[in-house]
Every structure is written in structure tokens, then in C-alpha cells.
């Protein structure tokens, strides 16, 4: 799959600065007020982490073929 610059530019922030932002944030309210946030931590985690390989893939990719 060859991705835009844009949609690449998006998806990089998406990736690298708001979710690993949201999952903090998400992590410390919710211990605050009491919930058991394990699951969904470590959901939000992988999920991150996917988007990180596919962009990372997608990344290689790229690089290769302007070579």
C-alpha cells in the first residue's frame, strides 16, 4: 500500500505524539478515579504499536523504491 505524503505526514503524528498522549492521559484519569484501566491500556498500546509497524513498513517501502 503506497500512502500520500499527507496521509503519511497524518498518520506519523497520529502515531508518534496524540495516541501515545491520549493513552497517558486516558491511563492517569481513569487509575484516578478508580477504574481498572489494564485492558484497555494495553489495548490502546497495541493498537499504537500496529499503526507504528504499518507506518514503519509502509516507511521502508518508500525509501526502497526512490533508491
Not at 5 to 18: E, F
Request: aromatic letters at 8%; charged letters at 10%; zero cysteines.
Amino acid at each position: 500500500m503506497k500512502l500520500s505524503n499527507q496521509v503519511y505526514d497524518i498518520l506519523k503524528y497520529v502515531v508518534l505524539i496524540a495516541l501515545p498522549a491520549i493513552i497517558t492521559f486516558v491511563n492517569i484519569v481513569g487509575v484516578q478515579l478508580g477504574y481498572d484501566m489494564t485492558t484497555t491500556i494495553v489495548i490502546m498500546t497495541a493498537f499504537n504499536a500496529l499503526l507504528g509497524t504499518l507506518i514503519g513498513i509502509s516507511s521502508v517501502k518508500y525509501n526502497k523504491e526512490n533508491e
